[in-house]
Nanobody, 126 residues
Framework: QVQLVESGGNSVPAGGSLRLSCDTSGLPSADYCMGWYRQAPGKEREGIAT???????LYTDSVSGRFTISKDNTKNTLALQMNSLKPEDSGRYYC????????????????????WGKGTQVTISS
C-alpha cells in the first residue's frame, strides 16, 4: 500500500520560513518524479516544485529562489524548505509521486501524478 504523508504545515507571519516533509512508503521500485503542489481556497491545485530521479529540480516562477525541494532516498522522504514566505503562499500543500524515467516527464506543470498525499495546511499572515 502506497502512502505519502505530509507534515510541517503551520501558521507563520510573512517573511518567515517553514519546512515541509513527506514520508513515503510502499512505492514500487522504479524511477520517480516527486513534486510539491499547493491549493489555495477557491483556486486550482498548482505544481510548485519537482525533483526527478537524478535530483534535477524545477520550480514555478512564484517560488523560485525562495523554496527548495530535496529528497533523501535512504529515508524515502521528500522535503520543501520555504523561505521568505508571503501571504499568497497560503494553502494546502501536497506531495506527489509518479513513475518517470527522465527529466522530460518531471516538471511542476505536470498535474497527472500516480500517487498523492492528503496534504498539510500552510497559513501565512500579513
Amino acid at each position: 500500500q502506497v502512502q505519502l504523508v505530509e507534515s510541517g504545515g503551520n501558521s507563520v507571519p510573512a517573511g518567515g520560513s517553514l519546512r515541509l516533509s513527506c514520508d513515503t512508503s510502499g512505492l514500487p521500485s522504479a524511477d520517480y518524479c516527486m513534486g510539491w503542489y499547493r491549493q489555495a481556497p477557491g483556486k486550482e491545485r498548482e505544481g510548485i516544485a519537482t525533483i526527478d530521479t537524478d535530483g534535477a529540480t524545477l520550480y514555478t516562477d512564484s517560488v523560485s529562489g525562495r523554496f527548495t525541494i530535496s529528497k533523501d532516498n535512504t529515508k524515502n522522504t521528500l522535503a520543501l524548505q520555504m523561505n521568505s514566505l508571503k501571504p499568497e503562499d497560503s494553502g494546502r500543500y501536497y506531495c506527489a509521486a509518479s513513475v518517470c524515467h527522465n527529466h522530460y516527464c518531471c516538471f511542476p506543470e505536470r498535474r497527472a501524478m500516480d500517487y498523492w498525499g492528503k496534504g498539510t495546511q500552510v497559513t501565512i499572515s500579513s
